[in-house]
């Protein structure tokens, strides 16, 4: 089952911006991953963070995590249309770890 | 070129056939997993395999049968007992062992029933 969702279901920006999404779920975790899938395609792992971790980057993405709020959020900075995607938080469901529960997902559109 | 891969690409199927839709990955991953998607939605995990002929049902098992004969193949079919089986079936792999796996994906397989 879905434990939890993203936010906003869908986010337009224009090339340049940043794009913030959110991820909330209900149960402890001990790590989250976010994903993107090009409209059609299968899944691409973007970053994982750990439960003690706060922040990770990778490139133009910055993660956050706030275990206190059980939430996380996606920063895309400086977007590119080639950004345009669904953007999934994953986390494993409680008394598993190497299953993944995915939310609903972002649709971003970046426009150039 | 190391990947998971899936075929075919688009299947098509009468109401009342099984199909078996093929998921290969050379990566040497302990886990497979078998997803649906629905449009605008997220991913529902229908079965799992974290070791050779040892597979678990997920959270939408009902319609479907899985075998993992192989390390490398885990092929999902579509049974007749799926009343609604057109959408989208993704493939994905990990590694298996610890406890911090990301998930590879294969492009996809899109169902349809006619």
Known sequence: SQQGEEDPQALSIQEGENATMNCSYKTSINNLQWYRQNSGRGLVHLILIRSNEREKHSGRLRVTLDTSKKSSSLLITASRAADTASYFCARPPSGSARQLTFGSGTQLTVLP | ?????????????????????????????????????????????????????????????????????????????????????????????????????????????????L
């Not at chain 2, 089986?85 to 169902?111: H, K, V, W």
């Open chain 2, 1 to 113: 070129d190391g990947g998971i891969t899936q075929s075919p690409k688009y299947l098509f199927r009468k109401e009342g056939q099984n199909v078996t839709l093929s998921c290969e990955q050379n990566l040497n991953h302990d886990a497979m997993y078998w997803y649906r998607q629905d449009p605008g939605q997220g991913l529902r995990l229908i079965y799992y395999s974290q070791i050779v002929n040892d597979f678990q049902k997920g959270d939408i098992a009902e319609g479907y049968s899985v075998s993992r004969e192989k390390k490398e193949s885990f092929p999902l079919t579509v049974t007749s007992a799926q009343k609604n089986p057109t959408a989208f079936y993704l493939c994905a792999s990990s590694m298996g062992g610890a406890d911090y796996n990301e998930q590879f994906f294969g492009p996809g397989t899109r169902l349809t029933v």
